[in-house]
């Protein structure tokens, strides 16, 4: 006659409104990551705007955005940048001028391709680099040198195109071939056996896009978070997310609803990608069943960063999760308290599941009390079990059976 409690809607993790204060999540004491950005961020995204990008204020964001500030790597490329001018062999015609920058960075300073090494001054110091790494210094060089770049990125790749009166050079940096490597052989045959990728030529338009300078120094910063989330270091994702947003949009870094991106399917907006990382975040917090945590981020972050649908999702599985924990540890009336101080963070359908799941718990529970005590023949305590449960659940088709078994029983006494 006994039954167990049931759990629908079981434990589950999604990685993917201001809340009331009166909250179970007040039991969070949780150390989160800093939700500001870093003062350079937005520094140097007002210094953009107003036309001061200097190729020496772009080394400096490239340093900062590689997380090493450091005057001795500034001087390096400095000294990289004089080396070059100071070259009895630098041509005059631009274009000969940007093929021999290419050389000389490979002559001089990139030594290995790596994939992952995305990072400036690890670049100067190692000699390792990628194509974003080797893209952003190329793009400094020859600003130093008064030739106009852009940034070119593709689904997984980055590299350079410069405008030549009518038509656009492109160079690929992770090669000494990459100049204008459309019908260069050597470049075809080693690139992809290096790198991986494969060469996008500009009649592809619809595969790759052309950014500005923050834009592609800004790349670095994403290639470190997606390497600092291998790693597990999740809130330093977070801090670093917030402080590529912040290059790029300065103070607004908070997407309205309705609001039109600025970016296309190939750059994703940062914005997005910020709360991606905040999603990611809670989504570890409630793989450690840290739950109450989870909640009080979600009441940080959506006063922050608003998007209501993602917000709520994150809320409900980690009230979710909690109720259901309560459940199988049989603290019915833990599991309705815990739902009711959280009941705010929900769409009215969800609590209104979970509303249902305990109170169908809470009425097998009746029963199976009942059921307890009838089976030791303590029928008058049985009987009291029954009634409270019918009280509370008069339409409840199993303790309705059990009140057929007591009115049969007293038939026959």
Request: glycine share 4%.
């Amino acid at each position: 006659m006994k039954q167990k409690p049931s759990i629908a809607l079981s434990l589950f993790i999604l990685i993917f409104f201001v809340f009331s204060a009166e909250s179970f999540a007040q039991n969070s004491t949780a150390s989160f990551p800093r939700l500001s950005p870093d003062p350079k961020a937005t520094e140097y995204f007002y210094i953009s705007g107003g036309g001061q990008n200097t190729w020496t204020k772009l080394a400096e964001i490239s340093l900062w955005a590689s997380g090493d500030l450091s005057n001795s790597n500034i001087e390096k490329i400095s000294a990289i940048s004089q080396a070059i001018k100071n070259s009895p062999d630098l041509p005059k015609n631009f274009l000969e001028k940007a093929e021999f920058i290419l050389n000389y960075m490979h002559k001089n300073i990139l030594k290995t391709y790596s994939l992952h090494q995305t990072r400036i001054d690890t670049m100067l110091s190692t000699g390792r680099y990628n194509c974003v790494s080797s893209a952003v210094l190329y793009m400094i060089l020859c600003e130093s040198l008064d030739i106009l770049t852009f940034g070119v990125i593709t689904k997984d790749h980055a590299f350079i195109k410069i405008p030549a009166g009518d038509t656009e050079v492109d160079v690929e940096t992770t090669t000494a071939y990459g100049f204008d490597p459309g019908n260069r052989k050597e470049f075809h045959d080693q690139f992809g056996k290096v790198t991986g990728f494969a060469y996008v030529p500009a009649k592809n338009y619809r595969d790759r896009e052309t950014v500005g300078s923050m834009q592609l120094i800004s790349l670095i910063m994403n290639n470190r978070i997606a390497e600092l989330e291998r790693q597990r270091r999740w809130d330093e994702a977070v801090v670093l997310a917030i402080d590529r947003a912040a290059l790029l949009f300065g103070d607004s870094l908070a997407v309205m609803e309705g609001e039109e991106l600025l970016f296309t399917h190939i750059f994703k907006d940062p914005r997005i990608e910020l709360l991606d990382r905040f999603s990611n975040y809670g989504t570890i917090l409630l793989r450690a069943n840290k739950e109450e945590d989870c909640i009080r981020w979600v009441q940080i972050v959506s006063s922050l960063y608003p998007d209501r649908e993602r917000w709520q999702e994150l809320a409900m599985a980690a009230v979710n999760n909690r109720v259901n924990r309560f459940l199988r540890e049989k603290k019915i009336n833990e599991a309705a308290a815990f739902l009711e101080g959280n009941k705010f963070h929900l769409a009215a359908a969800d609590f209104s599941k979970l509303n249902d799941l305990i109170k169908n718990n809470r009425a097998i529970d009746y029963h199976n009390r009942f059921a307890a005590a009838w089976n030791k023949k303590n029928f008058e305590e049985a009987e009291r079990i029954l009634n409270e449960g019918l009280s509370e659940f008069p339409n409840n088709s199993q303790l309705l059976s059990d009140k057929q078994i007591t009115d049969k029983y007293k038939q026959y006494q």
